[in-house]
């Protein structure tokens, strides 16, 4: 037997019914615009980055828990380097998406840049990069970033352990290899800093951009060995990997070279060339604070072998 409603209730549910239709047409409306405008941002994101996220900041704002909305907001403001907004907008796709560890992985990554300069710190982004960890082993960069942080925050242990997690992840990726390394030295553990560089060398060909800090770090061993040979050997080689050596820190290459063929016979000529080109590039621009002990080096080394830096 069916129940009785009085007349007054059958209207109400009458009207509640079609307001709660109403309300799932219109969030259906919202969700079907949201997912056009962010493929018009998609079709923009190559030419148009600031209309592409116009597009997505629309689309979210229509439909803000489409966490893959929020993900293609989160790599365009990557993109222009606007890690508070990357940092916020992958918190949001993490609350709707909680499994996701790359959301994880940008959010940490965002947060290490905003660390760089301040206002946040290191241990606001290890949070983030080991949850994308816990939830995805295999992001060789999450380990890597986990890493930087961890140094910063003077904990070498823990560094080399997440350095060599993202090795063990991605083998083939060389500039995994260079800052372990570059750890190892500074804590004089000189001869496993060598055996990963060697690893290192296997995975690319000669020449390549990311051996240069590999073959640089192999050329400091062999210094500390007093190798002369095999030093000039191994900054020739990470000279070559750099090309015009036009890239942030690169430059020191000259240097290094020009110190190293300063320590053998017949190599005066080779030895200023290599020197005077650091001076131009670097001793007489921006960076000369940041390299103020190899420029005063630079000039003593050329005052040792009967020149003068100009």
Known sequence: MLAYTPAPMRTFVKVALAAVVTLSAGCSRNNIEAVNLANEGDKAKG?????????????????PTNHRILWKLA????????????????????????????????????????AAKGPTS?????????????LDPNIADAHFELAEVLLHMDDEAGAIKSYTDAINAKPDEVAFYGPLADLYIRLNKVAEAEQVLKEAVSFAPEGHKNLF?????????????NDVPRAVAEYEAAKKACGQCNEAGQQIAFFNLGAAYASMPNKKSDAMGQLQSFQK????????????????????LA????????
Not at 84 to 113: I, W
Not at 122 to 134: F, S, T, Y
Not at 303 to 310: E, M, P, R
């Open 47 to 63: 030419t148009d980055i600031d209309g592409a996220i116009s597009k997505y900041e629309q689309a979210s704002n229509l439909d």
């Open 75 to 114: 790599l365009a403001y990557t993109k222009k380097e606007q890690w508070d907004k990357v940092a916020t907008t992958c918190s949001k796709a993490e609350k709707a998406a909680p499994k996701f560890a790359n959301y994880y992985f940008q959010h940490g990554m965002a947060l290490a840049r905003q």
């Open 213 to 225: 800090a590999v073959h640089s770090l192999l050329g400091q061993i062999a210094e500390m060995k």
């Open 303 to 310: 005052t040792k072998l009967g020149g003068a830096l100009q």
């Open 122 to 134: 290191w241990n606001d982004a290890k949070g983030p990069l080991e949850e994308a960890i816990k």
């Open 281 to 300: 590039m670097i001793c007489k621009g921006a960076a000369a604070q940041r390299y103020a002990d190899q420029c005063t080096q630079a000039q003593q």
